[in-house]
């Protein structure tokens, strides 16, 4: 089972900032946060990864709290392309470990940006 | 660089028929994954190979479901006989090793079973 908590729907104003929550309560201290959005009609496309620090790209940010019960994907100017699913996933395992690294699903947001 | 190739795009079949997909990961990538994706919800792993061998398929529904990676590169998933519960989009990912941080996903298969 998923081990996040996401908002089933969002919406967004072109142009503005989207910021998208999850909740990963029960995260272990050797697992990262990964984001993925999934276009209609293809495949998930990784955004962003994280472990407790924040970290940017030329896609998102992604803010984690403190206590890595939760964290935020940031889009900072949503455009229409935007509009997607984003899935939140904790991934078992680490670098070096033996784990398989697999990355379970959950439901997702689905973010609708709007003009 | 080419990203993961899958064919084909789409099948329909009927219920107790069988059918095969076929995956390409990107070159030099050792872990490959296949997904299922029923509509509406996220993707479910069903297998994952490490070069020619399994790492996980403890998902896949084996009476009727089977995978194989024999050269540890392309790799077919089957399915027979098929069910009208297993409509759904096959994806196929591949990351460099299983310790790599992003996986790359193809645009999957959409099998309709009627």
């Known amino acids: 089972d998923a081990k996040t908590t996401q908002p089933p729907s969002m919406d967004c104003a072109e142009g503005r900032a989207a910021n998208l929550p999850c909740n990963h309560s029960t995260i272990s201290g050797n697992e990262y946060v990964y984001w993925y959005r999934q276009i209609h009609s293809q495949g998930p496309q990784y955004i962003i990864h994280g472990l407790k620090n924040n970290e940017t790209n030329e896609m998102a940010s992604l803010i984690i709290t403190e206590d890595r019960k939760s964290s935020t994907l940031i889009l900072p100017h949503a455009t229409l392309r935007d509009t997607a699913v984003y899935y939140c996933?904790?991934?078992?395992?680490?670098?070096?470990?033996?784990?398989?690294?697999?990355?379970?699903f959950g439901q997702g947001t689905t973010l609708q940006v709007k003009p | 660089e080419a990203g993961v190739a899958q064919s084909p795009r789409y099948k329909i079949i009927e219920k107790r028929q069988s059918v095969a997909f076929w995956c390409n990961p990107i070159?030099?990538?050792?872990?490959l994954y296949w997904y299922q994706q029923i509509l509406g919800q996220g993707p479910k792993l069903l297998i994952q190979?490490?070069?020619?061998?399994?790492?996980?398929d403890s998902q896949l529904p084996k009476d009727r479901f089977s995978a194989e990676r024999l050269k540890g590169v392309d790799s077919t998933l089957k399915i027979q006989p098929a069910k009208l519960e297993d409509s759904a989009v096959y994806l196929c990912a591949s990351s460099i090793d299983r310790d790599n941080y992003g996986y790359t996903f193809g645009s999957g298969t959409r099998l309709t079973v009627v």
């Open positions: 190979f490490q070069n020619n061998g399994v790492v996980d």
């Open positions: 996933i904790v991934r078992v395992g680490s670098v070096g470990s033996s784990n398989t690294g697999k990355l379970i």
């Open positions: 070159s030099g990538h050792a872990t």
